[in-house]
């Protein structure tokens, strides 16, 4: 344990005594964030934010309550159980086509970052072949199954032409294909690596990458976001600036980071028992990582076009303009603070070197 804990202040990973002062701190501002299965690569900048002392740096400590699934999540936080989301934009585009203003002021991942497979064994020519299958998603609603729906719709199939099965992330989603409960997994990192290394899936459709995503979606679909109720980011402008800026550090931490000190910050128990895994599972989501947190408009846009187009109930509403779902102004005061230019709403993927 020493070791290990040497080895990260050694690597900057851990500033330990600022976090221990920060968590000690009597005025620390308390806030709850609900997120759907935070052990995932598609949270990893959370997952950062935290075990660096970037939001404790922030005077905030912030409880985080994981669930099955971004749906799940998202029901928390309308429930009044959390402040916040770590989750999909597309369930803020969701919600406001209902009239339920929430807003998201920081991104985690510039693509959709999910992927999709199948068991072996399955054909799989075009979506059109899922018809009749049992698909997994972290929980319906959430972000996969956003993604599961729009495959159908582009390929001629109707919603109910398939069987949605919740199965979670992780351990839960590998278990689930592994034990043959389901045909085909729309899913995250490291589940879908895990899965394709077994033999047990193999993988036809990821969004991970820019290609991929554009392959899928004809544009970067901005997904994993932070989010909550735009008259909660009004009343405590102050907790979402701090927020931000942990998130913005986390951010920039991962882009200068080694393959092994992001392997190093996190929880023993995310690689599942397998670090090569775990690592080769890093290297597939890292196309996906927001650079610096700014909330692209053109592909909030897209996101909402591409709903329009499936879900009966946001085509049916009334058009509303997209550039209420977001609020970069958090996001640009923070890069102001690390010295670094606002992408001015664009936000950059990291390059793979």
Known sequence: MMSRRRALVGLGLVPLFACRAARARSDARKVSL???GKAALFYLPLTLAERLGYFAAEGLQVKILDFAGGAKALQAM???????????????????????????????????SIALG????????????????????????????MVVNHL??????????????????????VAAMKAGHIDALANVEPAITILKRSGAMNVVVETMSERGCRQVFGELLPVGSLYTREAFIRQNPAIVQGLTNAMVKALLWLQKATPQQVLQAV?????MGDPAVYLAAY?????????????????????????????????????????QAFDNRFVQQALKG???????????????S
Do not use: C, N, W
Not at 90 to 108: E, Y
């Open 34 to 36: 609900a997120v759907g």
């Open 78 to 112: 309308m429930g009044g159980s959390a402040d916040f989301v770590s989750g999909g934009i597309d369930h803020v585009l969701t919600l406001r086509a209902r009239g339920q203003k929430l807003q998201s002021f920081v991104l985690q991942t510039a693509t959709t």
């Open 152 to 173: 159908l719709t582009a390929a001629g199939l109707r919603a109910d032409d398939v069987s949605i099965i919740g199965v979670g992330t992780g351990p839960a989603a």
């Open 267 to 271: 929880p023993a128990q995310y690689a």
């Open 338 to 352: 690390t010295g670094q230019a606002s992408s001015d709403g664009a936000s950059r993927v990291i390059a793979i």
């Open 118 to 145: 199948v068991a072996r064994g399955r054909t799989f020519r075009s979506a059109a072949d899922l018809a009749g299958m049992k698909v997994g998603v972290t929980a319906p609603g959430s972000s996969t199954h």
């Open 283 to 323: 290297q597939r989501s890292r196309p996906g990582y927001s650079r610096d947190g700014s909330i692209p408009a053109a592909g909030v846009a897209a996101l909402y076009e591409a709903l329009r187009r499936f879900d009966p109930a946001v085509r049916a509403a009334p058009e509303f303009d997209v550039g």
